[in-house]
């Protein structure tokens, strides 16, 4: 049976010196932890971050204070969409119902595109 682990050494020893030698290049024990600022220090960055954010609103509201309220059909656009879905709902049961036959086939979507573009 092949150990897996210690392929391409050829014996224990060998496996174990690379371990050690791969242990002594870790950068893990090299590091060192670096000092966090205090509560205060942070108070003081996360004002000055704030006050940077608030100067670059400022040309954005000069930018979009002259421009109007939506208009009544963005605000109710899916109103418009709801009353399109029925009318369609109720035409569809109206031509099973009466089935016009060809003339009248040819005209419901002259009708339907009419009352679409009311709404």
């Known amino acids: 049976m092949v150990n897996i682990k210690a392929k391409g050494f050829e014996n224990l020893a060998q496996l174990q010196e690379h371990l050690a030698e791969l242990e002594e290049e870790s950068p893990a024990d090299e590091q060192v932890p670096e000092a966090s600022p205090s509560p205060q220090e942070q108070i003081a960055e996360l004002r000055r971050e704030l006050a940077q954010l608030q100067a670059r609103l400022v040309p954005i509201h000069a930018k979009t204070e002259g421009l109007d309220v939506p208009s009544r059909r963005d605000v109710h656009l899916w109103l418009r969409i709801v009353i399109a879905a029925a009318t369609t709902l109720v ?29």
């Open 91 to 119: 035409l569809a049961r109206v031509v099973q119902h009466f089935r016009p036959g060809a003339p009248g086939a040819a005209i419901l979507p002259l009708l339907t595109a009419r009352r679409d573009g009311r709404i």
